[in-house]
């Protein structure tokens, strides 16, 4: 997310728009199944089979996609902020503004969470900006460090709990976290969204994200980890420009082959095995080195072919990243809940994979539209207005030629 306070067309970094685009394609390819099937239930460890799935294939998508374009637009997030921090703070602006506008996002998230979809990531992220602002003059060693600990400490949560789960699971199996399950069953969620009314709707979701915010301690510490690391990538340039020092660049490609090594391991005994209390490994610790991977593969791949397929069809998702984001819950829930389409808790494995597909399809091509006529999307406009208390203009500007974008400063 982490968009420019005023982000036009002109002057911004493309492989930034190009991933911040990969990242909102693939957050729906991991939140799927939440939208389109009881979810709930697995968190209580009583959740019901999605039908039809084949366990290769989802040994696949969790060691590829699972947690890691999360935790690619939370890296993308704090190399935003370093950017709002070195513009803000040369006009003065810096905390205030920032603050201002992080408070906003977040009652964009709460809006989202309660009225729309229980799922929404942009209240914590912007629970957890709030901390990690302090470090936007961190020096380059105290950022990689102390991210580097904190992704390593939600690890040793999520490697906690996954010991946990196995050594209990079949109690949990039983009784759903002893019996305890809050109203948070499988078998209510697929009563309230397949086929109750909005406001037995509401309630769920409210008692979901007061449930989900629980998690903040250990979710926070990877979020909080992945932004420090972004404001270290941005303002050691190479997510502007990675050849500009190869050395890290190398150094990084070679963290993200590691991390992909160790998820298609686990994805490989997710297939052989069926077992998918492994998707928690996946989700906390191991997505840290392989979006960091995807990251700098895509600011590489960017700055060698600016203009290519993947950034044209991203780069546009990415400057109305935040518009896109909330329209996706938008498409999926009026096509999956009960007041919508009815689809929730009918369609089997491929057909959730069939219909994120032509979601994709909706938000490239709803992005291409608003960033031929406009500088921001929507959302994007009324965040501006809010903050700054100006419209300013929404027309499309010309892009900056690349040379002259320049590079945020380095500080050891």
């Given at each position: 997310m982490a968009m420019a306070i005023s982000p036009t067309l002109k002057n911004r970094i493309e492989s930034l728009d190009v991933l911040r685009g990969a990242a909102i394609l693939g957050i729906l390819l991991a939140n799927i199944f939440a939208f389109a099937w009881p979810q709930l239930g697995e968190m209580m460890g009583a959740g019901i089979p999605i039908p039809g799935m084949n366990d290769w294939v989802e040994g696949l998508r969790v060691a590829l996609v699972t947690g890691k374009f999360r935790g690619l637009f939370c890296l993308l997030f704090g190399a935003g902020m370093y950017l709002q921090?070195?513009?803000?703070?040369?006009?003065?602006?810096w905390p205030g503004t920032y603050i201002k506008r992080n408070l906003i996002l977040m009652g964009i998230g709460l809006i989202h969470a309660l009225l729309i979809w229980y799922g929404d990531i942009l209240f914590m992220y912007s629970m957890i900006a709030f901390g990690a602002m302090w470090f936007t003059r961190a020096s380059n060693k105290t950022l990689l460090i102390t991210g580097s600990v904190m992704i390593g400490a939600c690890f040793l949560c999520g490697a906690g709990i996954f010991?946990?789960?196995?050594?209990?699971?079949?109690?949990?199996?039983?009784?759903g976290a002893g019996g305890m399950d809050f109203g948070l069953n499988s078998q209510r969620e697929l009563a309230v969204f397949g086929a109750g009314t909005y406001l037995e709707q509401l309630q769920m979701r409210g008692l979901t994200f007061v449930f989900m915010?629980?998690?903040?301690?250990?979710?926070?510490?990877?979020?909080?980890g992945l932004m420090l690391i972004g404001m270290y990538l941005m303002r050691s340039g190479v997510l502007a420009k990675p050849s500009a020092n190869p050395t890290l660049t190398r150094n990084l490609m070679i963290v993200g082959g590691v991390g992909l090594f160790l998820n298609l391991i686990l994805g490989a005994s997710i297939g052989m095995t069926g077992n998918h209390d492994a998707d928690l490994l996946a989700e906390f610790g191991l997505n840290a080195p392989l979006c960091i991977g995807y990251a700098i593969f895509g600011a590489v791949m960017v700055e060698r072919n600016p203009k290519g397929i993947f950034s044209r069809l991203l780069a546009p998702v990415g400057k109305v990243a935040l518009t896109?984001?909330?329209l996706t819950s938008v498409i999926c829930t009026i096509s999956f809940y009960s007041w919508g389409g009815g689809l929730f808790g009918?369609?089997?494995?491929?057909?959730?994979?069939?219909f994120t597909f032509g979601v994709w399809v909706v938000l490239i091509v709803t992005a291409q539209l608003i960033t031929r006529r406009f500088a921001m999307g929507p959302v994007e406009f009324v965040w501006r207005r809010m903050t700054l208390g100006d419209?300013?203009?929404?027309?499309?500007?010309?892009?900056?030629?690349?040379?002259?974008?320049?590079?945020?400063?380095?500080?050891?």
């Open positions: 921090f070195t513009k803000l703070e040369a006009r003065g602006g010991g946990a789960m196995a050594a209990i699971g079949s109690d949990m199996g039983a009784g915010l629980f998690n903040l301690p250990m979710i926070g510490l990877e979020l909080g896109c984001y909330l009918k369609l089997n494995y491929f057909g959730m994979l069939g419209f300013g203009s929404r027309q499309a500007q010309p892009e900056a030629r690349p040379e002259t974008l320049g590079l945020p400063p380095r500080m050891e």
